[in-house]
């Protein structure tokens, strides 16, 4: 199975900051990566797609990149609404696998 | 509109079964890639199993593979998950999923409302 690691497990950041969050997959996945964000008592909501992709309807503060083995998601400006969990999926082959989550705090 | 909506959830005991519906609506069923997610409560998300329609083809994550059994009835747009020989470790808010543009190798572009099932004696 491929294994997914996202750094940081939490984040703690004020409105307007810039936050990064990585994902690293344990073996190649082409650009397979796609960016959840989940706020609780809710259902898991597709932000990115295909590594850089922006989902219809997803502000355009977030932004994804990378390749291979190595993926972050970019949000610009944070807004009060984004303090959630983020998850990042690889959609390579399955077992579809998820990262462990990055929990987006208010500093 | 697009709605994913799962039902069949409930308390059952260890080695029991239970089935979960997953009704669709807003879209092509019968093109469309529909996948089963699962979140155990405070933690991650698991990916369960997968059908593609058209050609009926499915697949199971290791751990449920041999108990668990995904099936579909085109004719009533629904997609089922059965559950068999239940385990503490199945316990969980069960999401139905559609694949993003019907592709399987895509991401999850619509989720219903979970439906949650625990086991216990």
């Known amino acids: 199975d491929i294994q997914m690691t996202q750094s940081p497990s939490s984040l703690s950041a004020s409105v307007g900051d810039r936050v990064t969050i990585t994902c690293r997959a344990s073996?190649?996945?082409?650009?397979?990566l796609n960016w959840y964000q989940q706020k609780p008592g809710t259902a898991p909501n597709l932000l990115i797609y295909?590594?850089?992709s922006l989902q219809r309807g997803v502000a355009s503060r977030f932004s994804g990149s990378g390749s291979g083995t190595d993926f972050t998601l970019t949000i610009s400006g944070l807004q009060p609404e984004d303090f959630a969990t983020y998850y990042c999926?690889?959609?390579?082959?399955?077992?579809?696998?998820f990262g462990q989550g990055t929990k987006l705090e208010i500093k | 509109e697009m709605q994913l909506v799962e039902s069949g959830g409930g308390l059952v005991q260890p080695g029991r079964s239970l089935r979960l519906s997953c009704v669709a609506s807003?879209?092509?069923?019968?093109?469309?890639?529909i996948h089963w997610v699962r979140q155990a409560p405070g933690k991650g998300l698991e990916w369960v199993s997968g059908?593609?329609?058209?050609?009926?083809?499915?697949d199971y994550a290791a751990s449920v593979k041999g108990r668990f059994t995904i099936s579909r009835d085109n004719a009533k747009n629904s997609l089922y998950l059965q559950m068999n020989s239940l385990r503490d470790e199945d316990a969980a808010l069960y999401y139905c999923?559609?694949?993003?543009?019907?592709?399987?190798?895509?991401?999850?572009?619509?989720w219903g409302q979970g439906t949650l099932v625990t086991v216990s004696s």
């Open positions: 073996q190649s996945i082409n650009y397979f």
């Open positions: 807003g879209f092509t069923f019968e093109d469309s890639v």
């Open positions: 999926q690889q959609s390579y082959g399955t077992p579809y696998t």
């Open positions: 295909e590594t850089s």
């Open positions: 059908i593609r329609w058209n050609i009926g083809s499915m």
């Open positions: 999923v559609k694949a993003l543009r019907d592709n399987w190798a895509a991401g999850f572009d619509y």
